[in-house]
Nanobody, 119 residues
Framework: QVQLVESGGGLVQPGGSLRLSCAASGSIFNIRAMGWYRQAPGKQRELVAT???????TYTDSVKGRFTISRDNAKNTVHLQMNSMKPEDTALYYCNLLLYRDFALRNYWGQGTQVTVSS
């Protein structure tokens, strides 16, 4: 069993900041990456940012320079610092954990935390 618990979502004004956190627990080993995806109403879920086991981050173009992903390996947590936020950042944000298990890469998801950017 793998559990992902997200926190930090909420309402923020344009130009403001939020910090999302996700803590992984349970049967977690052979972690390949952790990250964040988001899904806005009527749209597909999209990658926001991931960070691999070496600490290398990847960002979708629309958040580069504004969002920063970080990871605490000892605590199996991942954070997403979101600055200069825009209304188009409004979405349900999901924590993602990618494990190598049973000879395959497997994705695990959190329940999602709502982020709303509005004045």
């Amino acid at each position: 069993q793998v559990q992902l618990v997200e926190s930090g979502g909420g309402l923020v004004q344009p130009g403001g900041s939020l910090r999302l956190s996700c803590a992984a627990s349970g049967s977690i080993f052979n972690i390949r990456a952790m990250g964040w995806y988001r899904q806005a109403p009527g749209k597909q879920r999209e990658l926001v940012a991931t960070i691999d086991i070496s600490g290398t981050p990847t960002y979708t173009d629309s958040v580069k320079g504004r969002f920063t992903i970080s990871r605490d390996n000892a605590k199996n947590t991942v954070h997403l610092q979101m600055n200069s936020m825009k209304p188009e950042d409004t979405a349900l944000y999901y924590c993602n954990l990618l494990l190598y298990r049973d000879f395959a890469l497997r994705n695990y998801w959190g329940q999602g935390t709502q982020v709303t950017v509005s004045s």
